[in-house]
């Protein structure tokens, strides 16, 4: 008996899982999708790269004391774009070229602690 228990409980868990992990609106109106322990959201405007971190529970994060490179495919080739602290929970950064949305690529951070995380966009 207990084993069916175990089962419904883990056949139960398995789609939240799976549903953690995938890309939805944010509040800024970017992409959010989940970074390690944080989630991250992708704004651009023209050349502006804005980066928002909040909790798992999207709580705002403050930004201070994080590192980023966002990673975009602009015109079908990658352009790095170096992100730095802008207050808040933002990383901001600027490419050399338009950026169209939706956006396709990576943002890579390293947290004060000096733990990483990637946040994919596709």
Known sequence: MNYRILALAAALTI???????????????????????????????????????????????????????????????????ALEPSGGSQLLGQAAAPVAFPVKGAVQLTAPDGATSQAKFE
């Open 15 to 81: 789609p939240s899982i799976a549903n953690a992990h995938e890309p939805r609106p944010g509040p800024n109106g970017g992409t959010l999708v989940d970074a390690g322990a944080h989630h991250v959201e992708l704004v651009t405007k023209d050349t502006s790269v804005e980066v928002y971190l909040s909790d798992a529970s999207d709580a705002p994060v403050l930004s201070e004391g994080f590192k980023g490179t966002a990673i975009l495919i602009v015109e079908g080739k990658p352009q790095r774009v």
